[in-house]
């Protein structure tokens, strides 16, 4: 099976996806053109750099340029995290330990397992994709916890009143939010196959890598975004929801 190679041309000629994107924004007076300018000249340059990057950790094969990669990607998915966050009262901390601990159990399990080697060319990639799948789904759960907060501040109030501790008051929207935020990867791995072919099994077949080998990478990528967004959005909620009570039992929000 041959697999892709794209020249600088071709790579070049591609710009005229963009274009479109770029023409729709204008004609329909959409206000996001330079977001889009912006969003291609920073892919460009990120990716060129972490191209570089990447090369001189796989050939250096170094455990703790390893280590040190992976905590850098965590580090930014929790900065990431956290700016979604419309909470004034929220703390950098909480994404990062959430984000931190769903992606090192995660990745713990595949590594004990066997289903992938303490090496740089698959411990970068796949912490990638595991904290970038964590860092949406907490953030998703911070937007619904804060529309959930302001919706339902009243009834968050009267339990308050009635006694009931901050966290019986603020059950129902916890348990919204941690829903919320793992409801994307529950419905992606139910259409998996049938609708899309994901990037990994994508970038597999396009490498000339057998598709029935490709789908076992696959089911073990769903496997290990469905374990990290539970874990994210379960740590990050239990420490966000706090965030909008004060030390007295207050809503702050």
Same mark, same amino acid.
């Given at each position: 099976?041959?697999?892709?190679?794209?020249?600088?041309?071709?790579?070049?000629?591609?710009?005229?996806?963009?274009?479109?994107?770029?023409?729709?924004?204008?004609?329909?007076?959409?206000?996001?053109?330079?977001?889009?300018?912006?969003?291609?000249?920073?892919?460009?340059?990120?990716?060129?750099?972490?191209?570089?990057?990447?090369?001189?950790?796989?050939?250096?094969?170094?455990?703790?340029?390893? *280590?040190?990669?992976?905590?850098?990607?965590?580090?930014?998915?929790?900065?990431?995290?956290?700016?979604?966050?419309?909470?004034?009262?929220?703390?950098?901390?909480?994404?990062?330990?959430?984000?931190?601990?769903?992606?090192?159990?995660?990745?713990?399990?595949?590594?004990?397992?066997?289903?992938?080697?303490?090496?740089?060319?698959?411990?970068?990639?796949?912490?990638?994709?595991?904290?970038?799948?964590?860092?949406?789904?907490?953030?998703?759960?911070?937007?619904?916890?804060?529309?959930?907060?302001?919706?339902?501040?009243?009834?968050?109030?009267?339990?308050?009143?009635?006694?009931?501790?901050?966290?019986?008051?603020?059950?129902?929207?916890?348990?919204?939010?941690?829903?919320?935020?793992?409801?994307?990867?529950?419905?992606?791995?139910?259409? *998996?196959?049938?609708?899309?072919?994901?990037?990994?099994?994508?970038?597999?077949?396009?490498?000339?890598?057998?598709?029935?080998?490709?789908?076992?990478?696959?089911?073990?990528?769903?496997?290990?975004?469905?374990?990290?967004?539970?874990?994210?959005?379960?740590?990050?909620?239990?420490?966000?929801?706090?965030?909008?009570?004060?030390?007295?039992?207050?809503?702050?929000?």
């Amino acid at each position: 099976m041959d697999s892709v190679d794209i020249n600088n041309w071709s790579l070049l000629f591609s710009l005229v996806l963009v274009m479109i994107s770029f023409g729709i924004s204008t004609k329909e007076k959409l206000g996001i053109s330079k977001d889009i300018a912006v969003s291609v000249v920073r892919t460009v340059i990120q990716l060129i750099v972490i191209g570089f990057v990447l090369k001189y950790i796989f050939q250096a094969n170094e455990p703790l340029l390893t *280590v040190a990669m992976a905590l850098i990607i965590i580090f930014n998915a929790s900065i990431q995290a956290n700016k979604r966050n419309p909470n004034s009262h929220k703390q950098w901390s909480h994404s990062f330990i959430a984000i931190f601990i769903s992606t090192a159990i995660t990745l713990g399990l595949l590594v004990l397992t066997g289903a992938i080697k303490f090496l740089p060319s698959q411990i970068v990639p796949i912490t990638g994709m595991i904290a970038s799948n964590s860092m949406v789904a907490i953030g998703l759960c911070y937007r619904q916890m804060s529309s959930q907060f302001n919706d339902q501040r009243q009834q968050v109030l009267e339990k308050l009143a009635l006694g009931a501790p901050i966290k019986l008051a603020a059950l129902p929207i916890l348990r919204a939010s941690i829903k919320t935020a793992m409801q994307p990867t529950i419905d992606s791995a139910k259409t *998996v196959g049938l609708v899309s072919l994901p990037g990994m099994m994508s970038g597999l077949i396009l490498a000339g890598v057998d598709p029935v080998h490709a789908i076992k990478y696959q089911i073990m990528v769903m496997f290990m975004l469905l374990s990290a967004t539970s874990l994210g959005s379960v740590i990050a909620g239990y420490y966000a929801y706090k965030d909008y009570f004060n030390d007295r039992m207050q809503l702050n929000y």
